[in-house]
């Protein structure tokens, strides 16, 4: 394996893809899939509960093995890889990622709302004293202009940040979008600038393209696509695309298609593709994790799961706020009554 990278590419699929499957991995699978992408040269394999470290609650769903054991498992099977672990404070807390870090954790990703920045200053300065490689993770940045972005950034590049990341939570941002945004960035801060990606406009891969050519280098990817909502950029099709356009990755293709069809297609529950659902998450800019739980409160309420999330849509729910969809789903009932 050539140690030579264009891009950076951190797999995201033993977090992201915990929402496609209801947060139910065991050790077992996460060994496998680690191993696998391990071999294949994957530089980052992000591990914790979808919602980050802490995340297993009623709210968010309850993990059905402590994430702990998921990334003990991981950092013992990754000779070549980095682990990686997403903490959103005021989910997580600085106890978390201390646990994490002594477990073998070499990253920490600090995830907030795009304008909320600020909260990430204890969080990415303590990864940083732990030795960690420090990525902020500005979420839902749909809902803020390439300015207020740039302002966002610039905080968590003060607070020690290695990288700041674009994050398209919800796969609202079209390529024009992305280009001003990471264009934005690039003139603006001297750390590396990232993508994150998800797929509910079939977006994925263009924006994750299109955030390249303006000169990011970090890009996240999940394996057969598997993520919240319709997923995230497919890795092992990214892989290609790069090579093809002779972008270095690093990582071995035909062991990324293999570890994609022998061993991750297993885990799905469900086919990941576009549905209605995963669909409207991206036409009305809703977080992407919310399409379970509107399909639940949905199915609760008798009403349907689109007119939710256009709702939440509408009055502009963030990540964190799921204790919202209920609500909306009973006062959609009422009215219909």
């Not at 304008?115 to 969080?123: C, F, G, L, W």
Request: hydrophobic share 45%; proline share 1%.
């Amino acid at each position: 394996m050539t140690n030579v990278r264009d891009i950076f590419i951190t797999e995201v699929a033993l977090r992201d893809e915990s929402h496609a499957i209801s947060h139910q991995y065991t050790v077992e699978q996460v060994l496998n899939v680690a191993k696998a992408l391990n071999d294949a040269g994957v530089p980052y394999i992000e591990v914790s509960h979808g919602d980050g470290l802490s995340g297993s609650s009623l709210q968010y769903g309850l993990s059905r093995t402590n994430e702990m054991e998921l990334i003990e498992a991981a950092v013992s099977v990754a000779n070549q890889s980095k682990i990686a672990v997403l903490l959103l404070p005021g989910i997580g807390t600085v106890k978390e990622l201390k646990e994490a870090a002594k477990l073998g954790a070499k990253m920490a990703r600090i995830a907030t709302h795009v304008t909320e920045a600020d909260v990430s200053a204890q969080h990415i300065q303590v990864a940083k004293e732990l030795g960690m490689e420090t990525v902020g993770f500005l979420m839902m940045s749909h809902m803020a202009p390439a300015e207020k972005l740039v302002e966002q950034a610039k905080l968590m590049e003060s607070y020690g940040a290695d990288t700041v990341y674009v994050v398209d939570s919800a796969d609202a941002l079209l390529p024009n979008d992305v280009r001003e945004r990471i264009r934005a960035l690039k003139q603006s801060v001297s750390i590396n600038i990232g993508f994150h990606a998800h797929n509910n406009l079939s977006l994925a891969m263009a924006n994750s393209l299109a955030a390249i050519e303006e000169g990011a280098t970090r890009i996240d990817g999940s394996v057969r696509c598997l993520g919240a909502g319709a997923g995230n950029t497919q890795t092992e099709v990214l892989v290609a695309v790069l090579e093809r356009m002779g972008i270095k990755t690093g990582i071995d293709l035909y062991k990324m298609m293999d570890l994609a069809e022998e061993i991750v297609a297993s885990i799905l529950q469900t086919p990941q593709e576009i549905t209605r659902d995963s669909l409207v998450l991206g036409y009305a800019g809703v977080y992407s994790s919310f399409a379970l739980h509107a399909k639940r409160a949905a199915a609760k309420f008798g009403i349907d799961s689109r007119d939710i999330l256009v709702e939440l849509g509408k009055r502009k729910v963030v990540g964190g706020q799921e204790d919202m969809i209920v609500d909306v789903a009973a006062e959609i009932a009422r009215a219909k009554a």
